[in-house]
């Protein structure tokens, strides 16, 4: 996936500047983007601050860390099952 060259708290600012009142064709024009990257960033951080971004992120961490645990632990299940199976447990 393509990097994007503004940050997350950078896309925050800039979704703050038109709730300000800066006209959205302005505010594209002065960071070199496009309509539809705005209303996409607008979708997805719409109304957040830094600071709930910055948990989100930690969340989304968290969870990534919890997806792979449960992966680890299905997996040994599934072996002791088979291995259960072929003893005659």
């Known amino acids: 996936m393509k990097k994007?060259?503004?940050t997350e708290t950078q896309i925050v600012n800039?979704?703050?500047?038109a709730?300000?009142?800066m006209k959205v064709e302005d505010i594209c024009r002065k960071h070199g983007m496009s309509?539809?990257?705005y209303y996409k960033w607008k979708s997805k951080y719409g109304g957040m601050d830094a600071s709930e971004l910055?948990?989100?992120k930690e969340l989304e961490e968290e969870n990534s860390k919890l997806k792979k645990l449960?992966?680890?632990?299905?997996?040994?299940?599934?072996?002791?099952?088979?291995?259960?199976?072929?003893?005659?447990w």
Do not use: P, W, Y
């Open 4 to 6: 994007s060259r503004f």
């Open 14 to 17: 800039i979704l703050k500047e």
């Open 19 to 21: 709730d300000a009142g």
């Open 35 to 37: 309509n539809a990257t």
């Open 54 to 56: 910055k948990r989100v």
């Open 70 to 88: 449960f992966a680890e632990v299905s997996l040994e299940n599934h072996a002791m099952k088979e291995l259960f199976a072929k003893k005659g």
